[in-house]
């Protein structure tokens, strides 16, 4: 497993997702562990209560990779030391379903769908008139830029993003820390864009690009950003932007809630801008199975298809 400070990690290809940098950003969740021939990263993590038992997911909020193909000579390297692991693919990942059926034997099943934009298609052209009045008040009220240097704008976005926790609850992998955000600036691929007003950060976006493809990853807003609808501002000089920098797709994520595609307001807003969906998948593999049994065998009233069975309840 290579560490924080082997060189080999430092010098390791990558953009986005696959990048070690993104990688090494989640790092107080978990020991990054490369998937040198996928072209990946895990996160890989004690388990509660176990001694010198790990097992690993994937980066959140999707594990992406360069060769799906070569996924499965390194699943097959980590047999029998890690006990299993658990990941949400990459909406545009290059494999197909009968590879994933392989390679994840004991969990495959359709996930959130992913709203995505075609960008060979018109660009807006079927914006609702709910959108496309939002969108007019937020390009009257906001200025939207691309931040050439996302570090010198860490105080806005970690301000604004603690807005989001707070509003929203959020815990696990997604309350990233200022820490966290200092590696994520670094990542190649990534892409700010803030939204103004008079001067003064109201909210901002962040997205990956991948080649052709590019995510969009976080987005927050201060008070005044939400009255102003700084993100439908935001959300269409993205558009725009990936447009005209020759990528193809981009994806806008899925909404809350188990089966991400319900009517609550994120929800709506993300599939307004979407030209279609892409389906992702949970998948999960136990690498130990008679650690697996034991594990499983200690826990009391699992949820019902929850994987891995011994973390149950517990918020990841």
């Known amino acids: ?45 004690p ?36 006990v299993s692991l658990t990941l949400v693919t990459d909406p545009f990942g290059a494999y197909r379903h009968d590879l994933l059926a392989g390679l994840f034997p004991d969990l495959m099943r359709p996930y959130k769908p992913h709203f995505v934009v075609d960008l060979h298609r018109p660009l807006f ?3 609702s008139a709910h959108h496309r009045r939002n969108l007019r008040r937020a390009l009257h009220g906001v200025s939207v830029e ?15 993003y603690e807005v989001l926790i707070a509003r929203h609850g959020i815990r696990g992998m997604a309350a990233f820390s200022r820490q966290s955000f200092t590696r994520q600036f670094e990542v190649p691929g990534l892409v700010m864009l803030r939204a103004t007003e008079d ?7 962040l997205w990956i690009r991948n080649g052709r493809h590019a995510y ?4 927050a807003a201060n008070a005044r950003g939400y009255a102003l609808r700084a993100a439908y501002a935001l959300m269409h000089h993205a558009v725009e ?26 929800t709506r807003f993300k599939r307004g801008w979407s030209t279609g969906t892409r389906t992702v998948y949970l998948c999960g593999r136990i690498l130990d199975r008679p650690a697996y049994a034991e594990l499983a065998r200690q826990r009391p009233a699992p949820c019902s298809g929850y994987f891995p069975v011994y973390r149950s309840g517990e918020f990841q």
């Not at 997702?17 to 990054?32: I, K, M, N, R, V």
């Not at 969009?216 to 987005?219: E, I």
Request: proline residues 6%.
């Open 47 to 82: 388990v509660p209560g176990a001694t010198g038992l790990r097992d690993a997911r994937g980066p959140y909020p999707l594990f992406a990779c360069t060769d799906w193909e070569g996924l499965g000579g390194d699943l097959a390297a980590l047999e029998g030391e890690l």
């Open 216 to 219: 969009y990853h976080l987005g």
């Open 146 to 160: 691309i931040c050439d240097e996302p570090r010198r704008f860490i105080e806005d976005w970690t301000g604004l």
């Open 1 to 45: 497993m290579m560490g924080a400070a082997d060189p080999q990690v430092r010098k390791a290809a990558g953009v986005g997702y696959t990048s070690a940098e993104y990688a090494f950003a989640l790092a107080e969740f978990g020991q990054p562990r490369s998937l040198p021939r996928a072209g990946g990263w895990l996160i890989e993590r």
């Open 241 to 266: 932007h990936f447009a005209q920098a020759d990528c193809e797709q981009v994806d806008i994520g899925a909404g809350p809630g188990a089966d991400g595609d319900g009517e609550d307001g994120l």
């Open 199 to 205: 001067a003064r950060t109201v909210a901002m976006h």
């Open 125 to 127: 052209a079927g914006l």
